[in-house]
């Protein structure tokens, strides 16, 4: 991925965070997938690099299983820990 910064990091995570609080946003894939799309746009990142990213927050390695299905096993509570304890 991209080089970024500790604080572009941090400002990432904690949008990716706060839409990921948003139940409406874990009703599917596409909604799921244009949010955070959306967000790598407005941060000025990579579609890949939000998406690997988040890889690493949730899974702990850059290769996972699908990572909204992963995300959805995990559950949305769990999965908000996660990101939280890189935070």
């Not at 904690?14 to 946003?25: A, P, Q, W």
């Not at 949010?35 to 790598?40: D, N, P, T």
């Not at 909204?68 to 995990?74: A, G, I, N, P, Q």
Request: proline letters at 2%; one cysteine or more; hydrophobic letters at 40%.
């Amino acid at each position: 991925g991209g080089n970024y910064n500790e604080q572009e990091m941090l400002s990432l995570l904690k949008r990716v965070l706060e839409f990921l609080s948003i139940g409406d946003n874990w009703q599917s894939s596409d909604a799921w997938q244009t949010g955070l799309r959306k967000i790598a746009d407005e941060s000025k990142i990579k579609h890949s690099d939000i998406f690997m990213i988040l890889r690493v927050c949730i899974w702990g390695d850059r290769i996972t299983p699908p990572l909204y299905e992963t995300m959805l096993v995990l559950g949305k509570e769990e999965s908000l820990k996660r990101i939280e304890k890189v935070i």
